[in-house]
């Protein structure tokens, strides 16, 4: 038993072939699940008969094209309704059936019961029992290495049935037949599937070399309106979103500076030209002309005339003190002009 | 009023640009000789710390050397220039060389002897009476062509 049991689980995925007896129910019910079960095998036996025999003449099933059928059943008549009466007629006898056999079973065990009651004829029946339980303890001993035999065929013949099987269905059309993808989408907890994925693993397996060498970004960036796009772009709002005192803040004016070269960009530039041209542009003599003549004729001018008054105040000043003559001072212009 | 004799007040603020003058000369002689200092030693460079007996005796040669060149060029000084007045002789005449420096010399020497021409009837300093020469107004960039 223990064998029997074992060896189905090694095969993984197959279910086991055999389960723990259940206590036998019974027999009345058991013959009447078993003809339910029978009719309902050849009702779709017939069914699926009659679609193969439909298939093979070109046409499509009844099913197919009427779906709704289903919701408003019309009565049988005809060949369908007398075969119906028959199997309904055919379940009654069988339960009938079943009901007597099971009462005439009764009976005759209560009748067995007391035929075998005397010693002579229990003797040679319990040495019948005994033997038919040897033949039965070789057979259980038996069992297991029969199952395992069984079991060991089935490995090979299941997959090799399987096979045929799937190559006579279109599985793809099968999924999109009968599978309902959205159910099954709101089945699936997304979020625990993304939790179990290591997506650094992921993305350390992707090479982005390759990938990246076999983007051609000339072709994508031809195909890219770049025209239309900077036509249709706020120019002044970004820039004025941006903040260039921040940027500047973090910009080594300093780093910037000692990787300039200076001296080169001096040499290269003309010096003495650029100097001529300033020169000449600026006409430095014609501005401190001007300035020195500005200077001379409005604040120079204006101290001397102010000192001269003061000179003759204080001479005026000084000769009254002295009780001169106003006249002798100073000498007249006329006199003292410089030859 | 070109030509006349100028006052005291014309020739004290003339005077004492001149002075601002030769201190300004004085710091850039200073500054230079420190320069020279520091090229030719410039890791013991120190500034150097003249005496004041040193830097008035180099002040006052300065403002004669200055005088003199000024007064036989053109009779007029930096701040003579700045006011319009003029040094001339007794004839009116430029100032030859000796005149100049004996002249340079007694204001350098004297120089509170400028205050005497506010009192002189003919607007004399000290150094005009003793030197012979007067300053006059001459606001003209140039000395007149002198006859003869």
Not at chain 2, 12 to 30: E, K, P, R, S, T
Request: proline content about 6%; aromatic content about 6%; glycine content about 6%.
């Amino acid at each position: 038993m223990e064998h029997g049991a074992t060896a189905p689980r090694s095969l993984g995925k197959v279910v086991p072939l055999r389960v723990a007896a259940q206590p036998p129910p019974p027999l009345e019910q058991l013959v009447e699940q078993g003809l339910r079960i029978a009719i309902g095998l050849g009702a779709l036996a017939t069914e699926v008969l009659s679609e193969a025999v439909a298939r093979t003449l070109g046409r499509e099933p009844l099913g197919e094209t009427e779906p709704a059928a289903e919701e408003s059943p019309h009565p049988a008549t005809g060949l369908p309704l007398v075969a119906g009466a028959a199997i309904g007629l055919g379940l009654e006898v069988a339960r009938w059936s079943a009901r007597a056999a099971t009462t005439a079973f009764r009976s005759a065990e209560l009748f067995f019961g007391l035929v075998t009651s005397p010693e002579p004829v229990r003797a040679p029946l319990e040495q019948a029992s005994s033997r038919l339980g040897w033949l039965d303890d070789r057979w259980r001993e038996q069992r297991p290495r029969d199952e395992e035999a069984a079991a060991a065929f089935l490995r090979l013949l299941i997959p090799q049935v399987v096979d045929a099987t799937m190559d006579q269905i279109d599985l793809n059309e099968l999924v999109a037949e009968r599978l309902e993808i959205d159910r099954v989408v709101e089945l699936i907890d997304l979020d625990h599937v993304i939790a179990r994925i290591d997506l650094d693993a992921l993305v350390e397996g992707i090479d982005i070399d390759r990938i990246v060498r076999r983007i051609d970004l000339a072709a994508i960036v031809d195909r890219v309106p770049v025209d239309d796009i900077v036509t249709r772009l706020d120019l002044d709002a970004i820039v004025a979103r941006v903040d260039i005192d921040g940027v500047v803040s973090r910009v080594d004016i300093q780093a910037v500076a000692d990787r300039i070269d200076l001296q080169r960009l001096v040499r290269r530039l003309d010096l003495a030209t650029i100097s001529n041209q300033v020169i000449e542009e600026i006409d430095l003599t014609g501005i401190i002309q001007e300035a020195m003549g500005s200077m001379t004729t409005e604040t120079v001018g204006g101290l001397r005339v102010q000192s001269m008054n003061a000179d003759r105040a204080i001479a005026r000043l000084v000769g009254r003190v002295l009780g001169r003559d106003q006249d002798d001072t100073p000498d007249p212009p006329e006199q003292r002009e410089p030859r | 009023m070109q030509g006349q004799r100028a006052g005291i007040v014309s020739r004290f603020l003339a005077d004492a640009i001149d002075f601002f003058v030769v201190v300004a000369a004085l710091i850039g002689v200073y500054l230079g000789y420190a320069v020279f200092r520091f090229l030719l030693e410039p890791r013991r460079f120190t500034w150097p710390e003249p005496s004041s007996l040193y830097l008035g005796t180099l002040g006052w040669i300065l403002l004669i050397l200055y005088l003199t060149v000024a007064w036989a060029n053109t009779g007029r000084t930096f701040g003579k220039r700045v006011l319009g007045l003029r040094v001339v002789t007794s004839e009116d005449d430029r100032l030859p060389l000796w005149q100049a420096f004996a002249r340079a010399c007694l204001c350098a020497l004297f120089p509170i002897g400028l205050f005497w021409s506010a009192v002189s009837g003919r607007n004399a300093s000290i150094q005009d009476l003793i030197a012979r020469t007067h300053v006059i107004y001459d606001w003209r960039p140039k000395l007149p062509p002198l006859e003869g």
